[in-house]
């Protein structure tokens, strides 16, 4: 038997559960019309912060004192704001904020979080004790008070904002990670793959993770939404995006004082919040009843 798993033999085939693949993922979207109504509002989201400049070519913080708290128009089709500044614009522009600060946040978490997570369910011992212990630590404070502690920190900007939500959300991927991973490695064919030879980083990256991209995928939507909540709260507390660059989160605090001259400056960043967190959050839905088995033949 040790030579056997010292030496692999060709006669030999691993036996590989079949992991997502996208061509799977898209078959099983098809039948949830929520998941493809999300999936729709994430991908208008993503073309507009690509093609914001096309879509509103004017300059965001551009200021004209002759055309302040004015109503939705021919000329500014989503009003101004208190400043002069056309509303319009300022969303549209304000989308690749959103964007920017929630893609930043997948890449910080899933990077740090998925690493960990694999090595602390595939070796648990003292590495999987002390990393839980860690990750405990930092879900034991609140979400916005550790992400406005972590901006305090490195200073205000729009790539601090997505670090310190990134850096929040790391517990989140780690531990389903190493919960998938405690389950997967004792599963056939991850004891075959020993078997003939593989190696601990080939196990770990190409027969485990591919099976746990499922809860990953889904997870990754719902954090994305709560990323964007994140950026629109730290910007209204003045520790996100800094003026002038669009923000929604900043454009609601900056109007808000102005609402009874100039509502639409403070309802149509509001609304793009809500329509782009219910998008995420559709499509997190969505992607949860298409992959659980339990879910599927309902």
């Known amino acids: 038997m040790d030579s056997f798993a010292a030496q692999p033999s060709p006669d030999v085939e691993v036996v590989v559960a079949r992991p997502l693949t996208v061509v799977m993922l898209f078959q099983r979207l098809r039948r949830s019309r929520t998941a493809f109504i999300g999936l729709f509002i994430v991908l208008v989201l993503l073309l507009t912060a690509l093609f914001a400049d096309i879509i509103a070519p004017g300059n965001p913080a551009e200021m004209q004192t002759s055309a302040r708290s004015r109503s939705p128009g021919a000329e500014h089709w989503l009003g101004t704001d208190h400043l002069g500044r056309d509303t319009f614009t300022r969303v549209i522009h ?170 639409s400056s403070t309802l149509f960043p509001g609304l793009a919040i809500l329509i782009a967190v219910l998008g995420f959050n559709m499509l997190g839905d969505g992607l949860r009843d298409s992959l659980d088995p339990k879910l599927q033949h309902r």
């Open 94 to 263: 304000g989308s690749r904020v959103s964007m920017y600060v929630a893609l930043l946040t997948i890449f910080i978490s899933l990077g740090i979080g998925i690493p960990f997570g694999l090595a602390a369910g595939y070796y648990e011992g003292v590495f999987d004790l002390l990393l839980s212990r860690l990750m405990d630590l930092m879900m034991s404070f609140p979400v916005v008070i550790l992400a406005m502690v972590i901006t305090v920190v490195l200073g205000a900007g729009v790539t601090t904002v997505g670090v310190a939500v990134g850096i929040v959300y790391i517990p989140a991927f780690a531990r389903l990670v190493r919960a998938s991973t405690l389950t997967l490695k004792e599963s056939e064919f991850v004891l075959a793959a020993r078997a003939v030879g593989y190696s601990d980083l080939r196990i770990l990256f190409f027969q485990i993770l591919p099976n746990c991209m499922a809860p990953i995928i889904v997870s990754g939507t719902v954090i994305m939404a709560y990323a964007l909540i994140m950026e629109a709260t730290l910007s209204f507390l003045g520790l996100g995006t800094q003026p002038p660059t669009p923000s929604w989160g900043f454009d609601l605090k900056m109007n808000l004082v102005y609402l009874e001259l100039s509502p």
